[in-house]
Every structure is written in structure tokens, then in C-alpha cells.
């Protein structure tokens, strides 16, 4: 186990609606990434969390937002939710706002009808 | 932008076969990350590599990072079914995936 926890484990939305995935990270790791992973696809990097501010975002509209609290746990907000949108939400903590070593929880699965 | 690729994309082996995957990048990395990922559960971290022409070894996994450090490999020896999943290479930066390689074993 990581240490990792994510919540809710599963989630069903209707398109249009918000949703707010929730991430703790490992202690000791103040850096905590999202990502994104479609059925049989690789994980997609959404963005990055380094103390409180967003340090790096992929390819991922504005409607994918997040925030990162002093305990440097995260949470990953999606506006108007599309059907597309429909995935495995993955959160990964690390150290020091970098990309190495990254512990995933065992993400949250969104399905958006 | 970085991008990684990973060919094969599946491979199918039988117990006991050895097996490879290989990651290439159109730019130099400063260290390439191995992944894998079991069927429904979340990618774990295997392993990293930093230095040109590097090999580590981890019981039947062998890890390569090519000379130009533009490429990597991760080798199988005699597969067994608990090898089961998808491997994933990942680059710096923002950590960009490949595709993986998914590995089914036959018993």
C-alpha cells in the first residue's frame, strides 16, 4: 500500500453536472499530480499541486480545476461534465514538485451518463 | 511536447517465455520511470533510471536506459503468471506516460 487514499472509490454523474474527486498523499510528499486514464490507455497528466499552488498542467480545459490544502491533500474539480470525461481519476504523491517516484492511490472511477 | 512510445502495445507470452518491452523518445530524458499496473488496480513504481547506458536488475526484471538516453527496454526473464499486467515508461517532466505494454501469461 501507498498511503495514497482517494475518495469516492466510484462515482456516477450526469453530463453537465460537477464533481470533486478527493486525494491524500502520502505522508511526507507535499507534491501531489492528477491524472487521467481512459479504458486501455495510459495515464494522461491533468496537473500538478506543489505547496498550495499549481506547478505544471497538461493538455486538460480550464474546467479541469484543483486545489491543494496545507496538509497537502487535493482535490481535482471538474465543471460541465462531459461523457468523455468518463475515466479512472488517478492521484499520485511525491516529493518536492517533482515527477519521481510517484505513489498513485487506487483512483476514483467516474462514469459520466 | 516530451512524447514517449512503447511498442508492443500487447503481447501475449506463455509461462516460463521471456518477455520485452521498449520505450523511445523523440528528445534526450534525464531519467525514464518504469510502471506497472495489474488488471483493475492502480500503476505502482517499478523502478528509475538516470545514468547513459544504465542496467538494474530487480530478481527476473532487467531495466535498460540506452546510451543517448532516448530509449529504455524492460526485459521479462521466464514469465509467470503474477507478471500479469500493463507496463508503462514514463518520461520527466510532467511525467508523461506511453501507452504501455499489456502482458497476458498463459499458464
Known amino acids: 500500500e501507498t498511503g495514497v487514499t482517494q475518495s469516492p472509490t466510484h462515482l456516477i454523474k450526469t453530463r453537465g453536472q460537477q464533481v470533486t474527486l478527493r486525494c491524500s498523499s502520502q505522508?511526507?510528499?507535499?507534491?501531489v499530480s492528477w491524472y487521467q486514464q481512459a479504458l486501455g490507455q495510459g495515464p494522461q497528466f491533468i496537473f500538478q499541486?506543489?505547496?498550495?499552488?499549481?506547478?505544471g498542467r497538461g493538455n486538460f480545459p480550464p474546467r479541469f480545476s484543483g486545489l491543494q490544502f496545507p496538509n497537502y491533500s487535493s482535490e481535482l474539480n471538474v465543471n460541465a461534465l462531459e461523457l468523455d470525461d468518463s475515466a479512472l481519476y488517478l492521484c499520485?504523491?511525491?516529493?518536492?514538485?517533482?515527477?519521481?517516484?510517484?505513489?498513485f492511490g487506487s483512483g476514483t472511477q467516474l462514469s459520466v451518463l | 511536447g516530451q512524447q514517449v512510445m512503447q511498442i508492443p502495445q500487447y503481447q501475449h507470452v506463455q509461462e516460463g517465455e521471456d518477455f520485452t518491452t521498449y520505450c523511445n523518445s523523440s528528445?534526450?530524458?534525464?531519467?525514464i520511470q518504469w510502471y506497472k499496473q495489474r488488471p483493475g488496480g492502480h500503476p505502482v513504481f517499478l523502478i528509475q533510471?538516470?545514468?547513459?547506458?544504465e542496467v538494474k536488475k530487480q530478481k527476473r526484471l532487467t531495466f535498460q536506459f540506452g546510451e543517448a538516453k532516448k530509449n529504455s527496454s524492460l526485459h521479462i526473464t521466464a514469465t509467470q503468471t503474477t507478471d500479469v499486467g500493463t507496463y508503462f515508461c514514463?518520461?520527466?517532466?510532467?511525467?508523461?506516460f506511453g501507452a504501455g505494454t499489456r502482458l497476458t501469461v498463459k499458464p
Open positions: 528528445t534526450t530524458l534525464s531519467n
Open positions: 499541486y506543489y505547496r498550495e499552488e499549481e506547478n
Open positions: 505522508s511526507g510528499h507535499n507534491t
Open positions: 514514463a518520461g520527466p517532466y510532467d511525467m508523461r
Open positions: 499520485a504523491s511525491s516529493l518536492a514538485g517533482g515527477f519521481e517516484k510517484l505513489f
Open positions: 533510471l538516470v545514468k547513459s547506458g
